[in-house]
Nanobody, 119 residues
Framework: QVQLVESGGGLVQPGGSLRLSCAAS????????INWYRQAPGKERAMVAA???????TYADSVKGRFTISRDNAKSTVYLQMNNLKPEDTAVYYC?????????????WGQGTQVTVSS
């Protein structure tokens, strides 16, 4: 089992930057694909960025060129560097760890961290 704790959220002005961290505890972190999702008020949760166990990355179109996901397996931590933030990036950001082995799906979520982009 994996426990996830997000940190790094806060209030930032438009054009500013934040770095979110997702610290994992438990076993087997390196085999998990890690995803960042976000959920704005009144909207569905949507994936923002993903990094696989072999370091392949994917981004939502809305954040390409502004957000960078990375992972440090030695620290069992995934980061989301967010630059040139916009008001529409305001949301609760969640970290998700997912792994599938045969028919078993392992899917864990953190509690989320609030990001508010406002002047």
């Amino acid at each position: 089992q994996v426990q996830l704790v997000e940190s790094g959220g806060g209030l930032v002005q438009p054009g500013g930057s934040l770095r979110l961290s997702c610290a994992a505890s438990g076993s087997g972190f390196t085999i998990y694909n890690i995803n960042w999702y976000r959920q704005a008020p009144g909207k569905e949760r949507a994936m923002v960025a993903a990094i696989t166990s072999v370091f392949s990355t994917t981004y939502a179109d809305s954040v390409k060129g502004r957000f960078t996901i990375s992972r440090d397996n030695a620290k069992s931590t995934v980061y989301l560097q967010m630059n040139n933030l916009k008001p529409e990036d305001t949301a609760v950001y969640y970290c998700n760890a997912k792994h599938q082995f045969l028919r078993n799906i392992y899917d864990y979520w953190g509690q989320g961290t609030q990001v508010t982009v406002s002047s």
